[in-house]
């Protein structure tokens, strides 16, 4: 079974762009998260999808957003980037009930 | 506030040494606990997960943790450390009962001397 997939792996952005990331779950898995990852930081929870309906979200501005698709397909858009933002972003996705998350390889933003 | 405390940055032990990784959570109900490791320029992948029931968890690659409630800890346990082993490791605690939103703590450095 595939694992969580990310694209892009690399991404290099200017300061004021936005950029759109996407997330494809593990096959079945009906949840997905996002996490940003920064040496400062540590790990910070982002959202929580199930379903299509957004179901937790961390304490991120409102540049930070998400959807959910109906194949559990996952995007995030960050818009009018700052230096800030330059992390990692890691998607990962559950079957649901207590299930854990299994996470992806993650897509390095680097904002210029 | 729900937090997750790993008390050691960075820890080097002797391969084939035995490897504790301390981990202190607050929580006020029995929390959903977990154990990832991360090797560098990858994603985190699960190693244990504690729900409920039997407080000492047997995950993969020969680790195991023990749940003591009036401890507030989830320690990480290898009886023999492999080189392989080399990794940051992260203990996370699920928010508010959460398994999808996790609190992670800041992470242990693991390097392993031959």
């Known amino acids: 079974k595939a694992g969580v997939t990310q694209t892009p792996r690399y991404l290099i952005k200017t300061r004021g762009q936005q950029v759109t990331l996407s997330c494809s779950p593990i096959?079945?898995?009906?949840?997905v998260s996002w996490y940003q990852q920064t040496p400062g930081q540590g790990l910070q929870f982002l959202f929580e999808?199930?379903?299509?309906?957004?179901?937790n979200k961390g304490n991120f501005p409102g540049r930070f957003s998400g959807r959910q698709f109906s194949n559990s397909r996952s995007e995030m858009n960050v818009s009018t980037l700052e230096l800030g933002d330059s992390a990692l972003y890691l998607c990962?996705?559950?079957?649901?009930?207590?299930?854990?998350?299994?996470f992806g390889n993650g897509t390095r933003l680097t904002v210029t | 506030a729900q937090s997750v405390t790993q008390p050691d940055i960075h820890i080097t032990v002797s391969e084939g040494a035995s490897l504790e990784l301390r981990c202190n959570y607050s929580?006020?109900?029995?929390?959903?606990l977990f154990w990832y490791v991360q090797s560098p320029g990858q994603g985190l992948q699960l190693l244990l997960k504690?729900?409920?029931?039997?407080?000492l968890v047997q995950g993969i690659k020969g680790f195991e943790a023990e749940f003591k409630r009036s401890q507030s800890s989830f320690n990480l346990r290898k009886p023999s450390v492999h080189w392989s082993d080399a990794a940051e490791y992260f203990c996370?605690?699920?928010?508010?009962?959460?398994?999808?939103?996790?609190?992670f703590g800041k992470g242990t450095k693991l390097s392993v001397k031959p």
């Open positions: 990962a996705s559950r079957w649901g009930g207590d299930s854990p998350l299994h």
């Open positions: 096959s079945g898995h009906r949840s």
């Open positions: 999808y199930f379903s299509e309906t957004q179901r």
């Open positions: 929580y006020g109900a029995t929390p959903y």
């Open positions: 504690y729900f409920s029931g039997d407080t």
């Open positions: 996370a605690v699920g928010r508010g009962g959460s398994q999808g939103n996790l609190i």
